[in-house]
């Protein structure tokens, strides 16, 4: 197990004073015989951007999943705003927490997918307005009136009547940011959002996604292969291969004066794949 995994943990405890709004404890995830995460401690402090980064398998995208509740761990807790996520507690140990429970955290959650996920039958507002009424039991007009200015805030407030099917991909995406922020989450989870979309749509999406970070309203983990986009947005970038946090620390550093082999065999291989 790499050394810094250990010192992680560490890392926040100079925060003093701060309440992770999210923990990570002794994270496993497999699937049947494959180990996608070992043994994982992360935490992340309210408002805080935190990139991941790291090859092609190696449990970026688990990372936000679990958190998100689409996969449960194999061992190990996660905590979101002081409360367990996936367990709760009774007669003293930990148990698997019901439906309801997971329900009811879910809506401190958000997360954007690489193929936006949206509704073909319905309209883009009614497509942000959907869920906020149906999970968070926000009154309809109440819905209407977020969904609207979500959809301003993203640049699509022209779109309100208008189908999935007539836009580009990168509207798609600023639609399915406007639906996860009229939930309000505490942490948003950007899951390679622009990997699905043309060269020439992606800067729209980073653009959005950066004024949403600069508001500094809430947490945002960003799993991402955009290392410039990483290193511009992030207060910390987390680089993980093999299912461990390999390294990790502020952009300048990991990007600057990278530590590890294999941190710095990753960089030069996608420096060189972006020179071709």
Known sequence: MPDTLEKEVQVNKKKVGIQPIVRYRNISKSFGDLEV??????????????????????????????????EEPTSGTIEVDGELLWHRKAKGKLVRANEHHLHRMRGNIGMIFQHFNLFPHMSILRNVIEAPIRVQDMEREEAIERGMLMLDKVGLAEKLDVYPAQLSGGQKQRVAIARALVMRPKVMIFDEVTSALDPEL?????EVIKEIAEEGEMAMMLITHEMDFAREIADRVIFGDGGYIVEQGPPSEIFGNPQSERLQSFLTRFRSQEGN
């Open 37 to 70: 995460l070992s043994d994982i401690n992360l935490d992340i402090a309210p408002r805080e951007k935190v990139a991941i980064i790291g090859p092609s398998g190696s449990g970026k995208t688990t990372l936000g999943r679990l958190l998100m509740t689409l």
């Open 202 to 206: 992606v800067g729209e999406v980073l």
